[in-house]
């Protein structure tokens, strides 16, 4: 038994495991206070063997009540087992003494002292082989096993012993069964009731004893000046008159009190108190146990003794074990509805049966303006924090799974400020009635970081597309002005054959439709434009990467031709089909373009742009832009996607940091690598879309 | 109105092409239009007098590079540019090259008209110059070699005489000889006969050290 953490009645030995280079010299250190145990014990034992002879009723050989036994079982209990030895050897001298003063011969006195011992250590070591800690009086179980080793098996295992011995020496003056049964009794009976009060109180702090609160004490004082006046009053009477059988059921509803008031320790001490009256009182042949013979009277007292308190301690370790079940119940619940109260996220409770509020906490209140008392006992639908109602009745719907995760829902609060929210819901029972526990997460101000940098980096894109259109400008004056060239020409030779008269219907009539036709041309030249230049939300849309590559060359055309720049288009015949948004893409196929009409600027470079589409096996959608240009220099390499890094002396530097920011932004990529033979070749993996 | 020039027109854009090759017509020109400076090198009719309206920017051997080429190959034929865009350093190289003129687009029919008139013009004036240079060389190879050294002998100035004296014949042989190289080479006057030595590039002969 661990004792270090209690003040003991019996100072023991410091119990850490000790190493072995000092073994020795803590052994030493030790001896005082070994010696200083060995010497309490053995007072312990001599007193009690002197008790044990004065409950003796005469001319009965054996005590009522014989404490030797169960006070080394106790001290047992209260060591290490790599202890008991000194117990032992502690309590022979007491035992020596206390029984050679009787006049027994010694081969007797070794033969008591070996089943005295038998008996303890039998009681102790069954204690310890069947609880592995410290035996509590206050668990069921534990007190089950105590009963079972210390006041079952081993009183009745050692008398078998004893009586065996006693017949053996030739010291027996009774018949053999008579002789275990006595011996039985008595040494149950003092097991019973002087165990327990030393572990109990051995097992008390003086800390815990002054921390009991006034009304407690008042409570304990009264319970023992009842159950000693009754017990008086009942066991130290004339016996003739108390010889009413039913008195003796008097003490019981103190004993029940201490039971279940005062717990193991209260019931332990209350028996004791009964114990030394009742015998008390028999001895001096008062009480309803001095009515008959001594043999009798002690039966009587042992039987009433011990059918008395194995219940009681038994009672009294239920009601201490379902006390501790209550405190660690009502910690947990409290702890609980602490949790509720202060969480920081606002949470609410709604009954499941007709979706009425059984509860908010201090977040909820905060968050959406109203009070507890307001919200308790109408439905969300009443107060109407759903900013759609059809979420509201989604949520619920969802609500027949056990937990609900994640959903995505606008709330409104008292001000009508809309909430963008997470709510996780799980079933709970509260008092019997079906219940949502929801935990709201309020992610408005998340929403608004995240749309003010998505915003943020259209405004950046939108920059960078408007400064390469800018760099385009020439080219693009060039792509309106072919249109508008051929619509004056046809307009003016229509206006020519008219004067001269020479025009017929035929003709006039392919002059208008070519003008329509390259009107609609440079509408369409213009509606592009427009498109990109245009600071636009992102659309995902499905787009043919055949069509986005027309349409860019379309508008780079200018730009090509003044450079003298031939387009190879490679174009696959398989879908090469993807979501995106157009106008973004434009710009990074834009970017690519002319970003390979300057590297073909270079002295030396093959003027060929080819455009290739292919799909990839890994269902993505590929666009592979190849210039003949120089390639890209290493050191350049490693840097070529940082933004502000850049070759043109008006240029920001963006286009291509931006171009891989759109394509990550689409859940592609976009890589470059050199040519084996010259210029380089930006690849562009898109997800393909194969979906409806 | 029918001329018997023709206006050449390369343009890479197919719709540009058709409303040029209208306007030319409707204006009375016979044209030739082709999509890409190749087609032209490949296809047009050396032979054909006219004038060439090119584009500037376009794949593969732009405007500038086929002025160059045609240059090369020694081919008069006038050239307006037109461009989608005013590149100033392009069209000083084309007009340095000997451009009629550079049109930005969009243009009137009356810029164009009037520069491929121009065009035309210079077209044919060259194409005249080079005709009697052509027309003079033959008349010069139809000369004997007696009547060539007569030829260099009288555009030096020299008495009949005196040429005679050079030659070593007498002055009557070289009067006959005269009047047959007046007649071949056409000249009606000795002035006549001059320029056109000076035109082939024919130099007097000296008069013998002798005298």
């Known amino acids: ?692 | 109105m029918i001329r018997e020039e023709t206006v050449f027109v390369v343009d890479d854009d197919p719709g540009v092409l058709k409303a040029l090759t209208r306007l030319l017509r409707s204006s009375g020109y016979a044209v030739a239009p082709f999509s890409s400076p190749l087609a032209f090198l490949d296809r047009h009719d050396p032979a054909v007098s006219g004038c060439l309206v090119l584009d500037v920017a376009m794949p593969g051997l732009n405007g500038l590079e086929l002025q160059q080429r045609l240059a090369q190959k020694g081919n008069c034929c006038a050239i307006v540019f037109i461009s989608g865009h005013g590149d100033v350093p392009k069209s000083v190289q084309a007009m340095k090259a000997g451009a009629v003129d550079f049109l930005t687009k969009p243009f009137s029919d009356v810029e164009l008209l009037e520069a491929v008139d121009i065009a035309i013009g210079k077209s044919r004036a060259a194409r005249q110059v080079d005709h009697e240079r052509k027309l003079m060389q033959q008349r010069f190879t139809s000369l004997t070699s007696r009547e060539r050294e007569v030829f260099e002998h009288v555009i030096s100035g020299q008495l009949n005489k005196l040429i005679a004296t050079d030659l070593g014949t007498v002055e009557k042989t070289v009067k006959v000889h005269r009047a047959r190289v007046m007649h071949k080479m056409g000249a009606a006057t000795f002035a006549d006969l001059v320029r056109m030595a000076e035109r082939m590039g024919i130099r007097p002969a000296r008069p013998s050290p002798h005298l």
């Open chain 1, 1 to 692: 038994m661990n004792n270090s953490r209690h003040s003991s009645a019996i100072p023991i030995p410091e119990l850490a495991p000790a190493g072995k280079v000092h073994l020795h010299d803590r052994l030493a250190a030790r001896v005082p206070r070994l010696a200083f145990a060995a010497a309490i014990v053995a007072a312990v034992y001599y007193a009690g063997a002197r008790i044990g002879f004065a409950l003796t009723f005469e001319p009965h050989p054996i005590s009522v009540l014989w404490p030797p036994n169960a006070l080394l079982f106790a001290a047992m209990l209260l060591v290490p087992a790599r202890f008991w030895w000194l117990i032992v050897l502690a309590a022979l001298p007491a035992h020596l003494v206390a029984e050679l003063q009787s006049g027994v011969p010694m081969p007797m006195v070794l033969g008591w002292f070996a089943s005295n011992c038998s008996e303890a250590l039998i009681a102790a070591a069954g204690v310890r082989w069947l609880v592995r800690e410290p035996l509590q009086l206050d668990s069921f179980r534990h007190v089950g096993v105590f009963l079972l080793c210390g006041v079952l098996l081993a009183p009745l295992l050692s008398s078998f012993l004893d009586v065996a011995l006693v017949t053996l020496i030739g010291w027996r003056q009774a018949d053999f069964w008579e002789l275990v049964r006595l011996r039985f009794f008595s040494n149950a009976l003092a097991t019973l009731i002087i165990v327990p009060l030393i572990l109990t109180w051995a097992n008390s702090s003086w800390e815990a004893l002054h921390k009991v609160s006034f009304g407690r004490r008042i409570e304990t004082g009264a319970l023992f000046l009842g159950l000693l006046a009754t017990c008086v009053f009942i066991f130290e009477q004339e016996t003739a008159s108390t010889n009413m059988p039913a008195l003796l059921y008097a003490p019981l509803p103190f004993l029940l009190w201490a039971a279940v008031r005062l717990g193991s320790r209260g019931i332990s001490t209350s028996l004791f108190a009964v114990a030394i009256l009742v015998i008390w009182g028999a001895l001096h042949g008062q009480g309803p146990f001095a009515a008959g013979t001594a043999e009798e009277n002690a039966r009587s007292v042992q039987l009433f003794l011990i059918t008395v308190a194995v219940p009681l301690l038994l009672l009294a370790a239920v009601m201490e074990e379902r006390k501790k079940t209550q405190d660690a119940l009502q910690i947990s619940e409290e702890r609980a509805l602490k949790v509720f109260r202060a969480g920081p996220d606002p949470m609410i409770i709604v009954r499941l049966s007709d979706g009425e509020i059984i509860d908010v906490n201090d977040r909820w209140e905060s968050t959406f303006g109203y009070s507890r008392s307001e919200a308790t006992g109408r439905s969300t639908a009443e107060i109407g924090i759903y900013a759609n109602q059809e979420d509201r009745q989604v949520y619920l719907g969802l609500s027949a799974k056990e937990y609900i995760r994640n959903f995505e829902v606008d709330l409104v609060d008292r001000n009508g400020d809309v909430h963008h929210t997470i709510l996780s819901g799980d079933r709970v029972e509260v008092a019997g009635t079906k219940c949502l526990i929801t935990v709201i997460r309020d992610v408005t101000l998340q929403k608004r970081t995240e749309r003010e940098a998505e915003e943020q980096r259209l405004e950046l894109m939108h920059l960078s597309r408007v400064v390469m259109l800018g760099e385009l400008s020439g080219a693009l004056a060039h792509e309106l002005n072919q249109p508008l060239t051929a619509i004056l020409s046809n307009a003016q030779a229509a206006q020519r054959l008219l004067a001269r008269d020479g025009i017929n219907a035929q003709d006039l009539r392919e002059i208008l439709q070519d003008i329509v036709s390259e009107d609609r041309r440079a509408g369409e030249v213009i509606r592009r434009l427009r498109a990109l230049f245009k600071k636009s939300e992102t659309q995902f849309q499905t787009v043919n990467a055949n069509d986005l590559i027309n349409e860019a060359l379309t508008l780079a055309h200018g730009h090509l031709t003044t450079r003298s720049i031939h387009v190879v288009t490679e174009f696959s015949e398989h879908p090469v089909v993807t979501r995106a948004d157009r106008v973004q893409l434009q710009q990074v196929l834009l970017n690519l373009v002319v970003n390979a009409c300057e590297a073909m600027d270079t002295p030396g470079s093959t003027r060929v742009l080819t455009i290739r589409t292919a799909p990839s096996a890994d269902s993505y959608v590929q666009i592979l832009v190849v210039d003949g240009g120089p390639g890209i220099a290493a050191e350049q390499m490693e840097k070529l996607f940082d933004p502000f890094v850049t070759t043109k002396p008006q240029g920001l530097g963006l286009g291509l940091s931006i171009s891989r920011s759109i394509v990550a932004a689409h859940g592609g990529q976009l890589l470059v690598r050199n040519n084996p033979d010259r210029g380089a070749t930006f690849r562009l993996m898109l997800p393909a879309y194969t979906g409806v």
